[in-house]
């Protein structure tokens, strides 16, 4: 492996994130607030990476396997420095809450150990929620989209860091893609703010809430999550764009070109919101009765629905006291999460439906054994290759959210307790059942269990493959 | 600049690479998926994958917007094909590539007819440079600037050669000719010497003078070799019959083997004067026989570039005169820099950067200087651009000595009223004259990026 290539890669992603810890030391100042704690990691970030950042590639090659553990440990290391505010300004005085709280945080997991997040410092805040809107489109795209880098290298990196089971750029170029796709993100989240500010929310708390729907993570600045703001307007508001952000970024580009046509013609696109609509009016079914009348039902399943589905993991009630049948409505929802290219986690719409074809084909071809067919997605045939990697993904998914339960049960905790916390962190939800409800928190967890759900959210965000490669020999070795 | 290109087998691939390095956006048409996403993950473009001659996938392609239609394809038929339907679908330029030689002689109409900016013939680009080379055999490559009595010349200093040890000022009165030497390939680096320069022995060294000056300076230095007067030729390919067309009209006798009965029949045919033999040229005892070690050139043309390098080698140590092998595999052309005795040639190399210069033309048809041709000096990173001065060019109206040049520059030759001089400390630049650029490991894309921009305006 091309060891310098790597380490230069992150020094520029350490640098980055000292640039970026400059929004929440504004803040902090801003609110009168000490700046140290954002100081100190941004000076330690300047120093590390600048030292990595002057690290001269002896070779430029630069394939599929240094993009891979770029991606991994860019990954780790922001979230281990990504956590020092919270330590340093005595928020999160224990070290493994406030790295998880971190993880969650750029993963968009939105699971937290916090009690009562409402007694952070507002510093801490911002930067608890803007972790979200980083990780969203992911650091290294956001390099991509500022520094002149080879696109040839680029491409093993995108590849590593947007979710999707294949990659397709806008533009020929890797930098105009990811300047495209960061203009998309960063427009939408204005547009959000600025919805949010007609339903009478503070600008400090739009900005921040925009910044967590538009990530898909869940972090909230309320104890309650978006409960807590009794509005039917911001609910619907926040509802819709936790929606739209579950969505492929390419089908708004091709919006803004005027493709609007081609765009809602897309097969994922019409999968998602079927499955959106199908499971609302199941669950709206099915809760009417105990939430008083039809409207209220569809206003609670929507909400709760689409911040599933999106993998976002705000609440605006406690669904751990619906139906069963509601309830692993949700669960299931888990695993689906968003379309391939969103900010959204989870499985992805796209995988579903190439595993959903390939089932088909697969036992169609057992009644008729000489029948050849290929797997169509988006009227474009697909290569085996990457029907083959789906399943594999797949399977690792599952293994991986079951190891997950193995580990957190030595806790003595109940079953579903684990098994949605399990899940909820490796789909990057954040709230699951019972103990870690949207009532609860992951507090209660020991350091083990932490360190595993940490792990689980980090193989989530980068798609299983980056985090896994890092702890294969074969993937460190010199020579290839 | 938007192009798209049809075909990534090795040549669409090469000029792809060349046109990627130089920051164009590139779509790729590919009918296989695994050759494409092959393509896609080693140069940064997009892609689209289908058949170039049906129009969906030009429109998937969106050629419409494109400035640029490259029909690169092994198919002559479907080249002409997909250019057709770009244009129609609104490419601003269409280039096609085409081998068979009865479409090649009616190029220029099928041009008009097709409504192309124009075709390449590979082969036909070979049998050119394979030719001019054969015709100056003391040069690895030859560039001649036409209607303006002006070459550059690349050649090897060799280990005895009089120019060894020898400081470039000193050249013009050692030899008393008017020549330039515009530059140096040592040790695998490019650059543009300075006065103080000092020759090595291996060095690679372009020279620009009037064809006359350059003779006369070849002979005088004793790099001068005698043009070639008989040619053996291995493989009787489509770039053999037009080599020996060329090589012919100049009185040059030539000799081809030929494999395939069939197409020593066909080469008899259409040569009636060059003498074809039928017989397996990777036999050894067959190349004695035909008389290499008395040929002053053997050019290896066969479709395979691993018996042109070995056939190449053994016929320079049998003696042969000047030995080309066309190698089509750029990757090969590095490692054979110094084990091959004199030139490799790659077909994909030479349109690519034909393509590359024609390109750079389209892009810069600017005000202040247009680019009228372009060409690399044995590699990528070195090239001679001409350009015409434009009346706005900041370039005009001082003499060089004042003007602020970047380092890697040089100006290597004035053409004023189609004659052309090397341009000295007292030469004022006037508009419409055009000027000949090399540059070495810097793109210059109009004449003003010649020069440094803060020294510039501390000048005024």
Not at chain 2, 170 to 180: A, M, N, P, V, Y
Request: hydrophobic fraction near 45%.
């Amino acid at each position: 492996m091309n060891r310098r290539i790597v380490g230069n890669i992150l020094g520029k992603v350490l640098l980055a994130e000292a640039a970026l810890l400059m929004l929440p030391m504004t803040a902090a100042a801003l609110f009168r607030e000490s700046v140290l704690p954002f100081l100190y990691p941004a000076l330690l970030l300047l120093l590390i990476g600048g030292m990595l950042n002057r690290i001269r590639p002896l070779r430029t090659d630069f394939y599929a396997r240094e993009g891979f553990v770029s991606v991994g440990l860019s990954w780790v290391l922001m979230s281990v420095f990504g956590a020092l505010p919270f330590v340093l300004a005595g928020d999160i005085p224990q070290g493994i809450d406030a790295l998880f709280e971190t993880v969650s945080g750029f993963t968009t997991t939105g699971a937290s150990i916090l009690d009562n997040p409402e007694t952070l410092s507002r510093g801490c805040m911002f930067w608890r929620l803007f972790t979200h809107w980083i990780g969203g489109m992911g650091v290294l795209v956001f390099i991509a989209a500022v520094l002149p880098v080879s696109g040839d290298r680029y491409l093993h990196i995108m590849r590593a860091e947007v979710p999707g089971p294949t990659v397709s750029k806008l533009v020929p170029r890797v930098r105009k893609t990811a300047r495209i796709l960061y203009l998309l993100y960063l427009g939408l989240t204005l547009a959000e703010c600025v919805m949010l500010l007609l339903g009478g929310m503070s600008f400090y708390e739009a900005l921040l809430h925009s910044f967590a729907t538009a990530g898909t993570g869940g972090f909230s600045t309320r104890a309650e999550s978006i409960a807590a703001f009794h509005s039917g307007y911001l609910e619907t508001v926040i509802a819709v764009f936790m929606m739209l952000f579950g969505c492929n970024f390419n089908l708004f580009y091709l919006i803004l070109l005027g493709h609007a046509a081609d765009a809602l013609r897309s097969e994922e696109l019409r999968v998602y919101l079927g499955i959106i609509a199908v499971s609302t009016l199941l669950i709206t079914a099915n809760i009417a009765a105990d939430c008083g009348g039809i409207l209220s039902g569809l206003r609670l399943a929507f909400f709760q629905v689409t911040t599933i589905i999106s993998t976002t993991g705000f609440t605006s009630c406690d669904f751990g006291r619906w139906p069963e049948f509601s309830r692993w409505i949700l669960v299931l929802l888990m695993f689906v999460g968003g379309c391939a290219g969103s900010t959204g986690g989870g499985i992805k719409v796209s995988r579903l439906i190439l595993l959903a074809k390939s089932a088909t084909a697969g036992l169609k071809r057992m009644i008729h054994p000489t029948q050849v067919k290929r797997i169509w997605l988006e009227k474009r045939p697909v290569t085996n290759e990457t029907v083959q990697d789906v399943h594999i993904f797949f399977f690792v998914y599952l293994f991986a959210c079951g190891l997950g339960v193995l580990i957190l049960s030595l806790d003595g905790r109940d079953l579903s307790t684990n098994l949605s916390a399990s899940i909820a962190c490796i789909s990057n939800v954040g709230p699951g059942l019972a103990a870690v409800g949207p009532t609860g928190n992951y507090g209660f967890f020991s350091t083990l269990s932490k360190l595993t759900l940490c792990f689980e959210m980090l193989l989530g965000r980068l798609e299983i493959f980056p985090m896994l490669f890092l702890f294969s020999p074969a993937v460190w070795k010199t020579n290839r | 600049m938007k192009i798209v290109i049809a075909g990534t087998d090795r040549m669409g691939m090469e000029i792809a690479r060349q046109l990627c390095r130089e920051g164009h956006d590139l779509t790729l048409i590919e009918q296989q998926q695994e050759r494409l996403e092959q393509a896609l993950g080693s140069l940064d473009v997009i892609g689209c994958c289908g058949s170039c001659a049906v129009p969906e996938t030009l429109a998937e392609a969106e050629v419409g917007q494109a400035d640029l239609f490259l029909a690169a394809t092994g198919s002559d038929e479907a080249n002409l094909i997909s250019c057709q339907l770009a244009r129609r679908l609104g490419a601003r330029h269409a280039v096609v590539l085409l081998r068979n030689p009865d479409y090649i002689q009616n190029s220029e109409l099928l041009k008009d007819t097709m409504n192309l900016s124009f075709s390449i013939h590979p082969d036909f680009m070979v049998a050119e440079e394979i030719s001019r080379v054969l015709q100056f055999p003391a040069a690895i490559r030859v560039e001649s600037f036409p209607d303006c009595e002006l070459e550059i010349v690349t050649f090897r200093v060799e280990e005895k050669s009089k120019l060894v040890g020898l400081p470039l000022y000193k050249i013009g009165s050692r030899f008393g000719q008017k020549i330039l030497v515009c530059c140096v390939e040592q040790n695998g680096s490019f650059q543009i010497p300075r006065g103080d320069f000092v020759l090595c022995e291996g060095d690679r060294i372009s020279v620009t003078g009037s064809p006359g000056a350059l003779r006369r300076f070849f002979i005088a230095s004793d790099v001068y070799k005698k043009p070639v007067k008989n040619v053996i030729l291995l493989g009787g390919s489509r770039s053999a019959v037009h080599l020996t067309r060329l090589l012919e009209s100049t009185g040059v006798s030539v000799t081809i083997i030929e494999q395939d009965l069939q197409r020593c029949g066909y080469l008899a045919e259409q040569l009636r004067t060059a003498d074809i033999r039928c017989a397996d040229g990777t036999d050894t005892a067959v190349l004695q026989e035909t008389g290499v070690r008395h040929s002053d050139g053997f050019v290896a043309l066969t479709g395979f570039d691993e018996y042109n390098i070995i056939l190449g080698m053994y016929a320079n140590k049998l003696g042969a005169g000047k030995v080309i092998a066309k190698v089509s595999n750029s990757k090969y052309t590095e490692l054979l820099r110094d084990v091959f005795p004199d030139r490799t040639l790659s077909p994909q190399s030479l349109v690519a950067e034909r393509i590359a210069g024609y390109v750079r033309g389209l892009n810069h048809a600017s005000e202040k200087s247009t680019i009228e041709a372009l060409y690399y000096l044995g590699d990528p990173r070195v090239s001679a651009t001409e350009f015409v001065v434009g009346e706005k060019s900041r370039c005009v109206g001082r003499s060089l000595a004042e003007l602020p040049l970047c380092s890697g520059v040089l100006l290597a030759a004035v053409i004023r009223m189609g004659k052309s001089f090397l341009p000295d400390g007292q030469t004022v630049l006037l508009p419409g004259d055009r000027v000949i650029v090399v540059t070495a490991g810097r793109t210059v894309l109009s004449l003003d990026d010649i020069l440094s921009g803060e020294r510039f305006e501390r000048a005024l």
